[in-house]
């Protein structure tokens, strides 16, 4: 910093050059021992356990393995396994559509409340946000088992009110039991935990839409849904980029929610997803290799899914 | 806990939890912990009747937390009597069974296990197989042991004709049931299949808000006695490789009946369909349960959790198709001499004091499980209490243990038989069709290992 050099050079446009020039002046190696600490704690804590599942997926490794530490490679096998399994049929779509759904309500409702803040005096908002922010930090496993409780079979809330308005038999019900039933009940639980994040952070870029733009568009006859199309969306695209993506990534491998709700540790076949499949074979049947496999195997559609998503929602230049 | 289920809602949670967490550490631990193998190893146990002098040792022990409610006492007094006999110390650890298996991996793995630890019976064959364990045989032979051992325990200890773990403790599930419903109802306990069913239909009559007989779809231990019962296998060893026999005629024949309960004759509910043994236990302190199949150590955590249960509880064994008993699983925990121990004599010492004689006797009144030896059990039998007498006939009686094969613990993993009954009980699958899917996924885990 101290490197600094005042220049006499005539501003030519709103940034000073000075920036570029610091850099010019700064040995090579700073930036990076400035990082340093950072990457190192990030290699560690992530990028070397993410190594060691993708080379774990190619290995025979078990409980024999991890004892005697002998190395068993097998190629490409423990993908062809996971290929071939017929649980992967179920799980696949479980864990796309799911993501798909829940990505698409969780970025719309969370939008629709920022909107619904946005419109709010002072007090009111921060009772609102406040409200909000308590729901997002919740833990996943409390919030699951409230929404597990409220659907419980036979006397959970929901089951005898359905039972009430004369629609189920709440003693012949178990919503659990049925696949679309059960990932409607873990849709409420994923999108009441995850819109909260969506809402604070939209809410945060409508304050950087310029007023004046609004109130022309409101000049000009737009009514609210066509200036939320015209001018809000596209103004603040950076921010639904920003929200979808990190949606996409949690809503793909969702695995506590799934896990702890009635038949989703691997009783219920029908409701397996990815991260519940690959969880059961590495650590409940101590098959590491195979459960990486798994485990690749989402890490790898995750990315292209979230890069295809992105490519038709936002066009490149404008990210 | 994975041997034997627990009673309480809230462990079960917790223990899913603990296991989760306990997972990601060994995943990580993957990296560091490989390429060590077991420490130095020492001579095996050269002396098994004699009092060896252990002045100035120490042994590590590592006990399961929950099976005695209050330890302490018991473990002073091992302390004391042990010093006494040998001179050595005893370190005694407490370990969470929802942490444990995994706690034994890393432990086997890095070299750093106990002398001597309580071992998960279903757990015996894993780490024996891993290299974990000493083999015991001799020592129980020439201690003159063997024939006073009960035999389902030793079954599920020996791999090959070794004996790997010293039957310790052990539980059995009959049925337990609620006198005053089965009074009004004008029912008697029945003995065999046909009069369960009879007395089923009378109690769901009379009580027609309760649950009559609850099928949980998540419980494999419940229709284990009715495979075995109809006189079908869960798996068969033949020349080292296992095959199962799930789908037999004899064992469909039985799954057919027990899940019939449920999807002919009413006597479940829907709910069940996703209940673990935890939530079978609780609907029942909430007195929603005329009958159920249960552990011998649960009727105290049932009347603590609703004391209005007092006097209200009986217990019968399991019946068989036609009369006799149908044999249930036979659960427990086996005391382990681990390779990594430097004085064999000192744990073998430390073993036989612990699963034999006094010690065994008070560690089996304050658990509430049977001892591992007959003599003992024989004891237990004699006290006639009308909630133990029953499982105590069901254990020396009809006790069975599941399939002796690390293989087997991947397919409990996998949930293949909860599975199997969820498909039944939900009517997403018959009988046959279940069974038949149920077996050819073992077979895939017997024939790949």
Same mark, same amino acid.
């Given at each position: &910093? $101290?490197?600094?050099?005042?220049?006499?050079?005539?501003?030519?446009?709103?940034?000073?050059?000075?920036?570029?020039?610091?850099?010019?002046?700064?040995?090579?190696? !700073?930036?990076? %021992?400035?990082?340093?600490?950072?990457?190192?704690?990030?290699?560690?804590?992530?990028?070397?356990?993410?190594?060691?599942?993708?080379?774990?997926?190619?290995?025979?490794?078990? =409980?024999?393995?991890?004892?005697?530490?002998?190395? #068993?490679?097998?190629?490409?096998?423990?993908?062809?396994?996971?290929?071939?399994?017929?649980?992967?049929?179920?799980?696949?779509?479980?864990?796309?559509?799911?993501?798909?759904?829940?990505?698409?309500?969780?970025?719309?409702?969370?939008?629709?409340?920022?909107?619904?803040?946005?419109? !709010?005096?002072?007090?009111?908002?921060?009772?609102?946000?406040?409200?909000?922010?308590?729901?997002?930090? &919740?833990?996943?496993?409390?919030? $699951?088992?409230?929404?597990?409780?409220?659907?419980?079979?036979?006397?959970?809330?929901?089951?005898?009110?359905?039972?009430?308005?004369?629609?189920?038999?709440?003693?012949?019900?178990?919503?659990?039991?049925?696949? !679309?039933?059960?990932?409607?009940?873990?849709?409420?639980?994923?999108?009441?935990?995850?819109?909260?994040?969506?809402?604070?952070?939209?809410?945060?870029?409508? #304050?950087?839409?310029?007023?004046? $733009?609004?109130?022309? %568009?409101?000049?000009?006859?737009?009514?609210?849904?066509?200036?939320?199309?015209?001018?809000?969306?596209?103004?603040?695209?950076?921010?639904?980029?920003?929200?979808?993506?990190? #949606?996409?990534?949690?809503?793909?491998?969702?695995?506590?929610?799934?896990?702890?709700?009635?038949?989703?540790?691997?009783?219920?076949?029908?409701?397996?997803? =990815?991260?519940?499949?690959?969880?059961?074979?590495?650590? #409940?049947?101590?098959?590491?290799?195979?459960?990486?496999?798994?485990?690749?195997?989402?890490? !790898?559609?995750?990315?292209?899914?979230?890069?295809?998503?992105?490519? $038709?929602?936002?066009?490149?230049?404008?990210? | 806990?994975?041997?034997?289920?627990?009673?309480?809602?809230?462990?079960?949670?917790?223990?899913? /939890?603990?296991?989760?967490?306990?997972?990601?550490?060994?995943?990580?631990?993957?990296?560091?912990?490989?390429?060590?193998?077991?420490?130095?190893?020492?001579?095996?146990?050269?002396?098994?009747?004699?009092?060896?002098?252990?002045?100035?040792?120490?042994?590590?022990? /590592?006990?399961?937390?929950?099976?005695?409610?209050?330890?302490?006492?018991?473990?002073?007094?091992?302390?004391?009597?042990?010093?006494?006999?040998?001179?050595?110390?005893?370190?005694?650890?407490?370990?969470?069974?929802?942490?444990?298996?995994?706690?034994?991996?890393?432990?086997?793995?890095?070299?750093?296990?106990?002398?001597?630890?309580?071992?998960?019976?279903?757990?015996?064959?894993?780490?024996?197989?891993?290299?974990?364990?000493?083999?015991?045989?001799?020592?129980?032979?020439?201690?003159?042991?063997?024939?006073?051992?009960?035999?389902?325990?030793?079954?599920?200890?020996? @791999?090959?004709?070794?004996?790997?773990?010293?039957?310790?403790?052990?539980?059995?599930?009959?049925?337990?049931?609620?006198?005053?419903?089965?009074?009004?109802?004008?029912?008697?306990?029945?003995?065999? /299949?046909?009069?369960?069913?009879?007395?089923?239909?009378?109690?769901?009559?009379?009580?027609?808000?309760?649950?009559?007989?609850?099928?949980?779809?998540?419980?494999?231990?419940?229709?284990?006695?009715?495979?075995?019962?109809?006189?079908?296998?869960?798996?068969?060893?033949?020349?080292?490789?296992?095959?199962?026999?799930?789908?037999?005629?004899?064992?469909?024949?039985?799954?057919?009946?027990?899940?019939?309960?449920?999807?002919?004759?009413?006597?479940?509910?829907?709910?069940?369909?996703?209940?673990?043994?935890?939530?079978?236990?609780?609907?029942?302190?909430?007195?929603?349960?005329?009958?159920? @199949?249960?552990?011998?150590?649960?009727?105290?955590?049932?009347?603590?959790?609703?004391?209005?249960?007092?006097?209200?509880?009986?217990?019968?064994?399991?019946?068989?198709?036609?009369?006799?008993?149908?044999?249930?699983?036979?659960?427990?925990?086996?005391?382990?001499?681990?390779?990594?121990?430097?004085?064999?004599?000192?744990? /073998?010492?430390?073993?036989?004091?612990?699963?034999?004689?006094?010690?065994?006797?008070?560690?089996?009144?304050?658990?509430?499980?049977?001892?591992?030896?007959?003599?003992?059990?024989?004891?237990?039998?004699?006290?006639?209490?009308?909630?133990?007498?029953?499982?105590?006939?069901?254990?020396?009686?009809?006790?069975?243990?599941?399939?002796?094969?690390?293989?087997?613990?991947? @397919?409990?993993?996998?949930?293949?038989?909860?599975?199997?009954?969820?498909?039944?009980?939900?009517?997403?699958?018959?009988?046959?069709?279940?069974?038949?899917?149920?077996?050819?996924?073992?077979?895939?885990?017997?024939?790949?290992?």
């Amino acid at each position: &910093m $101290t490197q600094t050099i005042p220049t006499t050079e005539p501003a030519a446009g709103v940034r000073p050059p000075a920036a570029g020039r610091r850099l010019r002046h700064t040995p090579r190696w !700073l930036p990076w %021992a400035l990082v340093l600490p950072a990457l190192a704690v990030l290699g560690l804590l992530l990028i070397y356990p993410l190594g060691w599942v993708g080379v774990l997926s190619f290995q025979d490794f078990g =409980l024999r393995e991890l004892v005697t530490g002998e190395r #068993s490679w097998l190629g490409l096998d423990n993908f062809r396994d996971v290929f071939h399994d017929p649980l992967l049929r179920t799980a696949l779509p479980n864990t796309v559509v799911f993501a798909v759904v829940n990505v698409a309500l969780t970025v719309a409702a969370g939008t629709a409340v920022a909107l619904l803040i946005a419109q !709010l005096g002072q007090v009111a908002r921060a009772i609102a946000v406040g409200a909000i922010m308590v729901a997002w930090a &919740m833990p996943a496993v409390t919030v $699951t088992y409230v929404w597990v409780f409220l659907f419980d079979a036979r006397d959970g809330f929901f089951v005898e009110l359905a039972g009430h308005l004369g629609l189920v038999d709440p003693d012949q019900t178990n919503w659990f039991t049925e696949r !679309l039933a059960f990932y409607a009940i873990a849709t409420v639980n994923v999108v009441q935990h995850g819109f909260p994040f969506v809402a604070v952070t939209v809410l945060a870029g409508l #304050s950087t839409v310029p007023r004046d $733009t609004l109130e022309a %568009a409101v000049l000009d006859g737009a009514g609210a849904w066509r200036r939320f199309w015209h001018v809000t969306f596209p103004l603040l695209r950076p921010v639904f980029a920003v929200v979808t993506i990190l #949606s996409t990534i949690w809503d793909f491998k969702v695995f506590t929610q799934i896990y702890l709700m009635p038949g989703g540790n691997g009783t219920n076949r029908d409701v397996l997803n =990815l991260g519940t499949w690959s969880y059961i074979t590495a650590i #409940s049947q101590n098959r590491y290799g195979l459960g990486a496999a798994i485990a690749v195997l989402l890490t !790898l559609m995750l990315l292209a899914i979230t890069a295809v998503y992105l490519r $038709t929602l936002f066009r490149q230049e404008e990210l | 806990m994975r041997v034997l289920g627990r009673p309480s809602g809230v462990k079960a949670s917790r223990t899913r /939890w603990g296991r989760l967490v306990a997972g990601l550490a060994v995943v990580t631990l993957l990296a560091t912990a490989c390429g060590s193998g077991s420490g130095a190893e020492s001579a095996g146990i050269t002396d098994p009747t004699g009092t060896p002098n252990g002045d100035g040792e120490k042994l590590t022990v /590592w006990i399961m937390e929950g099976t005695n409610p209050d330890p302490k006492p018991y473990v002073d007094e091992l302390k004391t009597a042990f010093k006494k006999e040998t001179g050595a110390d005893l370190d005694v650890q407490f370990v969470q069974w929802a942490e444990a298996h995994d706690k034994f991996v890393s432990a086997i793995a890095g070299g750093t296990t106990p002398d001597v630890a309580e071992v998960g019976t279903t757990w015996t064959p894993e780490f024996a197989e891993a290299g974990g364990l000493i083999d015991l045989s001799e020592a129980v032979k020439k201690s003159g042991l063997e024939s006073d051992l009960v035999p389902g325990l030793v079954e599920a200890g020996t @791999i090959d004709g070794k004996l790997y773990g010293m039957p310790w403790y052990a539980g059995v599930r009959s049925v337990i049931y609620r006198t005053d419903v089965f009074k009004k109802a004008g029912v008697e306990p029945p003995t065999t /299949w046909d009069e369960l069913v009879q007395a089923g239909e009378k109690i769901k009559a009379a009580f027609p808000k309760m649950i009559t007989f609850p099928v949980p779809g998540d419980s494999e231990y419940g229709v284990d006695p009715f495979i075995w019962g109809a006189g079908g296998d869960i798996a068969t060893e033949k020349d080292g490789t296992w095959s199962s026999g799930v789908d037999s005629a004899a064992a469909q024949k039985g799954i057919s009946f027990y899940t019939g309960l449920a999807t002919e004759h009413g006597f479940s509910s829907p709910a069940a369909t996703t209940w673990d043994e935890a939530d079978l236990s609780d609907a029942f302190s909430r007195g929603q349960v005329a009958m159920m @199949i249960s552990g011998s150590w649960t009727p105290g955590a049932l009347i603590d959790a609703n004391p209005d249960l007092k006097g209200k509880i009986g217990a019968f064994p399991i019946p068989g198709p036609d009369g006799g008993m149908s044999p249930s699983f036979l659960g427990g925990s086996h005391l382990g001499i681990f390779e990594t121990a430097k004085d064999k004599n000192l744990a /073998w010492a430390l073993v036989r004091m612990m699963t034999t004689g006094e010690f065994a006797q008070k560690w089996s009144e304050q658990s509430g499980f049977f001892p591992g030896t007959k003599s003992l059990l024989k004891k237990v039998q004699q006290q006639n209490d009308p909630l133990v007498a029953p499982f105590a006939k069901q254990m020396s009686e009809a006790g069975a243990s599941l399939p002796v094969t690390e293989l087997y613990g991947q @397919i409990q993993g996998k949930k293949t038989m909860a599975a199997m009954l969820e498909s039944i009980l939900s009517k997403k699958k018959s009988v046959a069709d279940a069974t038949k899917d149920a077996a050819a996924e073992m077979d895939d885990i017997f024939s790949k290992g």
